[in-house]
């Protein structure tokens, strides 16, 4: 908080700042340019104007063509500045000089002429006639408020004859910058307001660029003791096109299955399509024809989306992201997702979908103070939910924990005892220095943070590789050691191994500032400080359960009662909320290359390109890719990341929408489709976790691998996986329920269960106890075994897979070799 203090023909600066969590401290600084909160110039030609603090009783008074200073008279009032003509009664108008703008203002006059009648008492008619002496002989003015606001009653001793006459007049207002001064002029001229606006915005834009990427996505992976596993999956995804058709001046739409019908046409470039004789749509004109006559609409957004448009002076920004999630892709993990948008309530569903992140930013660069101001800042963030987990805050840590500088506490202790033996001015000329004014924001506006958090003291496995594990002895569910004392602290505080907390609401105010000249790093500090403070004391109370002395005075809040400043993140958008300032800027800009670019309303399509030399190349067979996406028990491995059990009905659907989705070419795609058609019942990963192979390293994302380890993690409550890594995995025909897996230990044929909604392991065998390569013969791959000693020394026993393919069963035996080669070099690496 600042202000200035007038005496005398000087000023003096004074700013507050600190309190809640930090000591107030009070700044003394003599008065510079820019530091008065505006200053008036009252341009018009016979309008004498009146100002005034908001609720302050003190009014000062400005003549025509002059300017003058304005300071506040209380600092700790409402910081409005209201304005009025001289003599009205009125409520008057709030002079909004926070951000340059221009409107006006309808004023009405009542002109009364000298030959008025008036009565008035023998003394007021003595003083009368002597006035009348030395005024001149112009008719008086008296004048009232705008049309809005009540009129004022011409004064009791003034008879309302025919000579009163009643006029109208526009006071027009402009909003500006005078250097670091901010500038609030009144004019009656037309003229001098237009010259005025223009200096505002009269720029050409140079050039516009338009961004569109449909999926961004970053994978995050840890090493462990024996192998490497991914942690995260970070991804920026896209909506689901959206059709809907014109019914009675409404926009209705269409079915599912419809409408992946239509979306398969359109994205295939068709210009008209029909389904018999029951549906006719032309897509190049957007109408369907039949059943009935009506038009179509296409909407879709794409996952990131962004603007930019730049002239001389002026930079505009405008970047969305429309779904951002946070994936934990450790087979233990309790929650699927750690972070993803919540579900819009029910009576929001229907209406377009809101980018969950969105960013508006309107800068000017002035030449002549050599930085830059920014006009508008705008950040929206719709309601996210945040899961989280023991095992993924473990790893999250120290990762992060590599990035952060150790100090020793002895030193951070020596580095405050020292601040409070410092001498006061040395801190105050430190200050002054550190808040030279570089940034200007005329507006900052940060949403409202909405959060619902769940708590789980699961999802950790302890030491990796530990013998305990091997041979079937009870997991550790605590981890032995946190590398931080805090994180040791909460997950230990508010509940036991055994319960978890879910949908805690965490609800923070929204940051707005207005001509504030600080800078980037002040406002990043004042944005992380205003979020904190409310996300440390709500998770005190609501998730620990402590009571904590607040502030009462705070301007925040009691936040277990009604929160000020806050509004439901939905209803929030970079469009509202917006001061006709902003918007008068925004749309002053011309588009130069309006003709070059896209229209925004036009819809994207999928563009496929390829590699060229550096395309990577599976070597997996056509019938192995095949099965994979419709085989009953490939669906299962994929859904297996959302559902922890599926059965074969919900296999057979994700299935159905699989074949049917536009585009679909894996089961992960139509698990997407359910999700967001589920109105966020169901939370799905973007896709199962990566298989980090030691043998090839971290390879191109392979979705059959990720299927491969998933179903390895699942066998026997993962008690395989801690010891083999994948290798490969093949079904032995496209609607069997039989897989054959192989490891670098072993080979399974497992069997998908209906009953149990299990994976059975009919039967597996050791790589070292196989005798020699598998033989190939009649779509039959062999397996010699070697018996037990205690039967028979040089008896066999064999394995038999049948498989109808076989090029599927030629591709299955060259990666058992690869897996018995590993295998033996692995055994000679060890004896040595």
């Not at 018996?787 to 035996?813: C, G």
């Amino acid at each position: 908080m600042s202000f200035i203090l007038f005496r005398f023909q000087s000023a003096i600066s004074v700013e507050v700042t600190g309190g809640t969590d930090r000591p107030f401290t009070i700044t003394y600084k003599p008065y510079s340019a820019g530091d008065s909160p505006v200053r008036i110039d009252n341009l018009c030609e016979d309008l004498f104007l009146k100002l005034h603090q908001m609720n302050s009783g003190q009014v000062a008074l400005l003549s025509p063509y002059q300017s003058m200073l304005y300071t506040w008279d209380d600092p700790l009032k409402d910081r409005n500045l209201i304005w009025n003509i001289y003599n009205n009664k009125g409520k008057g108008f709030t002079a909004d000089f926070s951000q340059d703008g221009y409107g006006e203002e309808k004023v009405c006059f009542h002109t009364v002429k000298q030959s008025t009648h008036v009565v008035t008492s023998s003394v007021t008619s003595k003083l009368s006639s002597t006035f009348k002496r030395l005024t001149p002989k112009s008719p008086e003015l008296c004048t009232s408020s705008s049309d809005d606001s009540d009129m004022s009653d011409p004064p009791e001793h003034i008879h309302k004859t025919k000579k009163m006459r009643k006029d109208k007049v526009v006071v027009y207002w402009i909003s500006y910058m005078d250097g670091y001064q901010r500038v609030f002029v009144l004019a009656q001229d037309e003229r001098i307001a237009y010259q005025y606006r223009m200096s505002i915005y009269a720029e050409r834009s140079n050039y516009e660029v338009f961004l569109a990427l449909s999926s961004v996505s970053l994978s995050i992976c840890v090493p462990t003791d024996n192998k490497v596993k991914e942690l995260s999956y970070i991804s920026i995804s896209d909506s689901l096109p959206r059709w809907e058709v014109n019914v009675s001046n409404k926009w209705k739409q269409l079915a599912p299955d419809l409408t992946a019908w239509i979306e398969e046409k359109y994205q295939t470039e068709q210009k008209k399509c029909q389904l018999k004789e029951y549906l006719h749509i032309d897509l190049e004109k957007m109408q369907m024809t039949k059943p009935f006559f009506s038009e179509l609409r296409r909407t879709y957004n794409p996952g990131v989306w962004l603007q930019l448009r730049k002239s001389e002076t002026y930079t505009y920004c405008h970047m969305k992201l429309q779904r951002l999630q946070i994936d934990n892709q450790l087979h233990e993990a309790v929650f699927p997702s750690v972070l993803y948008p919540a579900t819009l309530p029910a009576h929001l569903k229907s209406k377009r979908d809101k980018p969950c992140i969105e960013v508006q930013l309107l800068k000017q660069y002035r030449p002549s103070l050599n930085h830059d101001i920014y006009k508008n800042l705008k950040v929206v963030i719709q309601e996210y939910c945040v899961n989280l987990d023991r095992g993924f805050v473990n790893h999250a840590f120290d990762i992060l924990n590599h990035w952060k500088v150790d100090e020793k506490p002895a030193v951070r202790l020596r580095a405050d005892l020292a601040l409070v033996h410092m001498p006061l001015p040395i801190i105050a000329v430190k200050g002054q220095t550190n808040a030279q004014r570089s940034v200007i924001f005329e507006f900052v506006h940060l949403s409202p943070i909405k959060l619902v958090l769940s708590l789980s003291s699961r999802g950790y496995t302890g030491d990796e590789g530990s013998p305990s594990k091997r041979f079937g002895a009870q997991k550790e569910n605590r981890p032995k050691l946190f590398n931080s004392d805090l994180l040791e602290f909460l997950f230990n505080s508010w509940g036991s191994s055994l319960c978890d907390m879910k949908d805690v609401v965490l609800r923070m105010s929204y940051l707005e500032l207005r001509n504030a000249p600080i800078t980037i790093p002040a406002l990043l500090d004042a944005a992380s400080r205003h979020y904190w403070q409310q996300l440390v004391q709500q998770f005190y109370v609501l998730v620990l359960g402590l009571n904590i002395l607040g502030n009462p005075y705070s301007y925040i809040g009691d936040f277990t009662k009604a929160l000020k400043y806050f509004y439901e993140p939905y209803m929030g958008s970079c469009s509202r909320r917006m001061s006709a300032t902003s918007q008068a800027v925004l749309s002053g800009a011309t588009r130069l290359l309006a003709a070059e670019s896209p229209p925004l309303a036009t819809p994207y399509k999928s563009i496929k390109t390829t590699l060229g030399s550096k395309e990577i190349i599976d070597d997996l067979p056509s019938s192995v890719l095949e099965a994979n996406k419709t085989n009953p028990a490939s669906i299962a491995l994929a859904v297996t990341g959302v559902i922890a059990r599926p059965t074969l009905d919900i296999c057979r659907e994700v299935s159905r929408v699989a074949l049917h989705r536009t585009g679909v070419d894996s089961a992960e795609a139509a698990l997407r489709a359910c999700a967001e058609r589920s109105g966020g019942r169901l939370v799905a990963r973007r896709r199962l976790p990566r298989d980090c192979s030691t043998l090839e390293g971290i390879r191109p994302y392979s979705p059959s691998a990720a299927r491969g380890a998933a179903l390895l993690a699942q066998l026997s409550r993962g008690h395989y996986a801690e010891t083999d890594v994948y290798v490969a995995h093949a079904h032995l025909s496209p609607t069997s329920l039989a897989t054959v897996l192989v490891t670098t230990q072993h080979i399974f044929l497992v069997r998908l269960s209906s009953g149990r909604n299990s994976w059975i392991v009919e039967w597996v065998v050791k790589l070292e106890e196989l005798i020699g390569v598998p033989i190939l013969r009649d779509n039959k791959l062999i397996l010699n075994i070697k018996q037990d000693e205690l039967v028979s020394y040089f008896s066999t026993d064999e394995k038999v897979i049948e498989m109808h393919n076989p090029e599927a069963l030629t591709w299955l035996r060259s990666k058992i070799e690869c897996a018995l080669i590993q295998a033996l070099e692995d055994k000679r690496y060890n004896s040595e």
